[in-house]
């Protein structure tokens, strides 16, 4: 059996397989069709070919490139987790968060990261992979197949930065874009970087459709590296620069998260820095998300600390929302991906 699955191939690679398989070429729009618009889970699904050519297919190629290796629910019982196994063996989550009016998934764009941001339990993994644009759709068709709503939106809020692995996230991102694809408009998809700022500027230069939120999570450049490394060779004032280049040159809007940290970054004082530093931005949104405890040491302000931040925040002349994260028992929250909780 091949060491790459089916989706990650080429189509030209795709089509010789086929062809030494004596198959014609509609074979590949047949198998596009059960993958990206009937999400089957293997090859066995596809119920229109013949069980001689699946048996070979099966020896060839694995279809996708991940496995789902455990699942769990959480007590809201509608946020699940995923952890899926690459073919080279290291691990991701996906999560998927159905609400009433949307149907989100929040999937990884590397196994591990290298940022160690301090706060944040994937960091404890370090970096193990980038995802290939097809292990990053994967997350997408297998969820689909599970869920019983259409997902309508996707955040690559998961592991990784997705900013480190650029090119395959906007390969990945343009296929869920695309109308052969899976078809999901370009304002339903979410790119989330700690501030890598070489790739906001290629971004911003390529004229992304995509949604850019970029996580702050701090407001002097102390601050912001101590707890963010990042900070050190992507700095504040340069981060707000190529934002606001960002939203004035393409008139879009910019999402910016804000973990909030008690006694790190929750005092009155950073509320009303927020407000200046965002105070120059067209069109700009403030998620602060209050922060989700994981092994460390950081923890969650007390809830009248996380109302006086926000009341301080009241001046503000652009939106501002409180996340509270779904799915935190089941350690699927924002910064609680480390696949710590495996059956
Ligand atoms: N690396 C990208 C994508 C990860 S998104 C990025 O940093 O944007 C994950 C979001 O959750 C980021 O905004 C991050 O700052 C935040 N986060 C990380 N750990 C968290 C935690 N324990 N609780 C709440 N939010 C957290």
Request: proline content about 3%; glycine content about 4%; charged content about 25%.
């Amino acid at each position: 059996i091949n060491k790459k699955s089916f989706i990650e191939l080429r189509e030209k690679d795709q089509i010789d397989i086929l062809s030494n398989l004596n198959e014609k070429k509609f074979r590949l729009s047949q198998i596009n069709n059960w993958v990206f618009k009937n999400h089957v889970s293997n090859w066995r699904e596809m119920k229109n070919f013949p069980l001689s050519l699946i048996e070979k297919l099966e020896k060839t190629n694995s279809l996708y490139p991940l496995k789902i290796i455990a699942n769990s629910k959480a007590d809201d019982s509608m946020t699940q987790k995923f952890i899926m196994q690459t073919m080279k063996g290291n691990k991701i989550e996906s999560v998927l968060m159905p609400t009433k009016k949307r149907n989100t998934i929040c999937i990884s764009s590397q196994s591990g990261c290298a940022l160690d941001c301090k706060f944040c339990a994937t960091a404890s993994l370090g970096f193990l992979q980038n995802l290939n644009e097809a292990e990053i759709i994967s997350q997408i068709i297998y969820l689909q197949k599970i869920s019983n709503k259409r997902i309508s939106n996707v955040v690559f809020m998961g592991m990784g930065e997705p900013f480190l692995n650029y090119k395959n996230v906007i390969k990945a991102a343009k296929l869920l874009n695309d109308p052969n694809g899976i078809n999901m408009g370009s304002k339903r998809i979410t790119i989330s970087t700690a501030g890598v700022i070489s790739k906001i500027e290629e971004f911003t230069k390529s004229k992304e459709k995509f949604k850019l939120a970029i996580s702050l999570n701090g407001t002097t450049n102390e601050q912001r590296t101590s707890i963010m490394p990042i900070n050190i060779k992507n700095s504040l004032d340069e981060l707000l620069n190529v934002s606001r280049k960002y939203t004035e040159t393409l008139n879009r809007w910019l999402t910016f998260e804000y973990v909030l940290l008690k006694e790190i970054n929750d005092s009155v004082e950073d509320a009303k820095r927020l407000l200046s530093m965002l105070a120059g931005m067209k069109k700009c949104k403030l998620n602060i998300i209050p922060y989700n405890e994981t092994d460390g040491e950081f923890r969650r302000p007390d809830k009248d600390q996380i109302e006086n931040f926000v009341i301080a925040l009241r001046p503000a002349k652009f939106p501002i929302t409180v996340r509270w994260s779904k799915g935190t028992d089941i350690d699927a929250g924002c910064g609680q991906l480390a696949t710590r909780n495996q059956v």
